[in-house]
């Protein structure tokens, strides 16, 4: 056999067909994508949100906007 390439053959492989080193990019990706979907990622916003209403309780909410209370004290005087 010789190494000569028969002139109609592609001189260049698509991206999907696996080199001869063995690696595969395809397969690798769809191994990613899949582990991506069956693993579970834990939820941080709903603590969050939690925190949040929780401390919205907390804070006393102001009935008057600080610009009303100083004309209020100016009228005063």
Do not use: Y
């Not at 929780?54 to 100016?74: D, I, Y």
């Amino acid at each position: 056999m010789s190494g000569d390439i028969h002139p109609l053959a592609p001189h260049s492989l698509p991206p999907f067909v696996s080199g001869a080193d063995g690696s595969d990019p395809l397969f690798s990706a769809i191994i990613f994508i899949v582990i991506l979907a069956l693993l579970k990622l834990p939820d941080f916003l709903t603590p969050i949100n939690s925190i949040s209403e929780s401390l919205k309780k907390l804070t006393p909410e102001e009935t008057e906007t600080p610009t009303a209370s100083v004309e209020r004290s100016e009228e005063q005087q």
